[in-house]
């Protein structure tokens, strides 16, 4: 199934002559197919980067979609803050 959704993105990005940035792209799967071992989003440019967990507009995402990373930030100590006045 990822190899088909591989398949249309691709064909969907030459379509419409866009490129994806592989440095910035980052790819996550949901649900069961999360644990399946599948290859990775090859393009010309290169390989798009497969991760477990994702911050998107102040989201923590993880793959099994559980608050886990949400809390363990929350709980964590804030980092010390940058002073640029002096």
């Not at 990005?13 to 940035?21: E, G, H, L, R």
Request: hydrophobic letters at 40%.
């Amino acid at each position: 199934m990822p190899q088909i959704f591989d398949s249309i993105v691709l064909f969907w990005t030459a379509s419409n002559n866009v490129q994806i940035n592989t440095q910035r792209t980052k790819e996550m799967i949901f649900g069961c197919l999360s644990t399946a071992n599948h290859p990775l989003l090859s393009t010309s440019a290169g390989s798009v980067e497969c991760v477990t967990t994702f911050k998107l507009l102040g989201l923590n995402f993880d793959v099994s979609l559980s608050w886990s990373v949400l809390f363990t930030l929350l709980l964590s100590p804030p980092e010390p803050a940058n002073d640029y006045t002096s």
